[in-house]
Nanobody, 117 residues
């Protein structure tokens, strides 16, 4: 079991930046992901980082703008979001999974990101 608490969302102008944080409480490190869901749309994958931080992957829509990282000493995962666009507006969720290829079974409460044009 792991509990996830997100922070860092807010309002920002197009072209601006935000850094989201996800603090995890659990017995060990987990593979982690960031997802987002805009109003009326399905939740979509944004970025992934493995348990050690050695492997990362971002969705094509955010490559070159978003960076996922983690600090295992602080048990925290970050999503640095640069050059934000109005279409990035969504509720952003962090999630954890128990093993490679598994479902993301653990979810944070979500944090709202709103990008104005």
């Amino acid at each position: 079991q792991v509990q996830l608490v997100e922070s860092g969302g807010g309002l920002v102008q197009a072209g601006g930046s935000l850094r989201l944080s996800c603090a995890a409480s659990g017995r060990r490190s987990y593979d982690m992901g960031w997802f987002r869901q805009a109003p009326g749309k399905e939740r979509e994958f944004v970025a992934h980082i493995n348990w050690s931080g050695a492997s990362t992957f971002c969705a094509d829509s955010v490559k070159g703008r978003f960076t996922i990282s983690r600090d295992n000493a602080k048990n925290t995962v970050y999503l640095q979001m640069n050059n934000l666009k109005p279409e990035d507006t969504a509720v952003y969720y962090c999630a954890a999974r128990d093993a490679y290829g598994a479902m993301y079974d653990y979810w944070g409460q979500g944090t709202q990101v709103t990008v104005s044009s």
